[in-house]
């Protein structure tokens, strides 16, 4: 077949060559009167592994999938709209040129899918995927995310890392600048913290800034969460959140994307990748961002997609103020504590949250509530010193400080609230109260 002379020609080793064989085989295995592989528990891990349940497309259909989403000049919508026009995805294969042109295809992607590339670069693609242990999801598989499937433009194939059952759970989407101010970062992990533990998924785009902030305030509850990239499944982006990435997996978070294994870092994905967090969430909060900030797009699809828009407020002569502040005067819910939150959650999600709980997790208290932990004097003095808003220089904190402390007791009081939690250290030695 075309296809295995294609991959031969690019990768030469016979283990990408065993690859393509398994797939031709789980094909075969995929027709009627074969048997099929056993299912998989949804709360299983399929990292690394080849999805073949009666829940999933059978690979012929996904390989449908894939062509249309990497053919030539074809957006979500359009290629939606082919696909319900055929009775099966895998049919797309059989078709002549002119069926394909009758589906509102354009030359270029009708042309595309006729001579055989779509299926070549689509096998390519899932070999690809398999590689980097991500899973390919469709449209038309049920763990396709359901409000994702509400949107005007859902995109029809998502690549995805971790437990994909997650995407389906009530999800609130954490958004903000990428240069937050000290009380940013803390409202952003101290709401993300406090939201996860009640069982509420932390979904976020792991950006820079607020992005990373409530993702760590998630983990930081123990409790799972997701990022949606604006790259590749295999590209991370900041290249300084490989770790916060890892983390997300090995707790049993999710990573998605809808853009094709080796995807670098492109400007204009970004803002399409809003759509997608968004879409995915029951309501999006606004922590911090400028006026001109891409948080804007986010809000904006949000509101567009029928979902509920938070803003933490900020102070008016901060620019980062500028967004939150601007969409609570259009309506958008006030936030400073998960409780508002929670009581606009809309009435059937709290109650699926509530039953989701266990008897263990509704009597937990929140993070925020926990009894304060007993300091000594020295700590308490440094507490008074410090602002949650405002970050303090090391020699700032040693002047205010310089009659009553020697600098080796306020070194040894910083290092203990540090390990307790209550003090964050910044760059450049300034130091700032954690939430």
Known sequence: MQGATFFESLHGDGARLRIIGNIRQMQENSRPGNKAAPELPCGSSREGKRMTTRDQAIPEDRLAWLAMTLAPTLGPRRILDAMRQIERPAELFSLSLTELESLALPAAAAQFLFDGKGREVAEQQQIRAAEVGAQIVCFSDKLYPERLREIYDPPPVLWIRGNACLLSLPSIAVVGTRHPSPYGTGMAEMLARDLALRGVLILSGMARGVDTAAHK????????????????IDVIYPKENRKLADDIVATG???ATELPVGTFPAPQNFPR?????????????VVEASEHSGTRVTARCALEQGRDVYAVPGNVTSKGSWTPNTLIKQGAQLTASWEDIWEALPSQVRLQLESAQSSASDSAAPASLL???????QEAMVLEVLQPDSALQLDEIFEKLDTQMTSSEVFTALFELELAGRVRKLPGSSYVLSF
């Open 273 to 285: 990748r809003n759509r997608i967090l968004s879409g995915m969430s029951v309501g999006v909060l």
């Open 217 to 232: 305030g998630a983990l930081a509850a123990q409790r799972p969460t997701a990022a949606v990239w604006g790259t590749g």
């Open 253 to 255: 978070g999710v990573i």
């Open 371 to 377: 009894p304060e932990p007993v300091f000594g004097p």
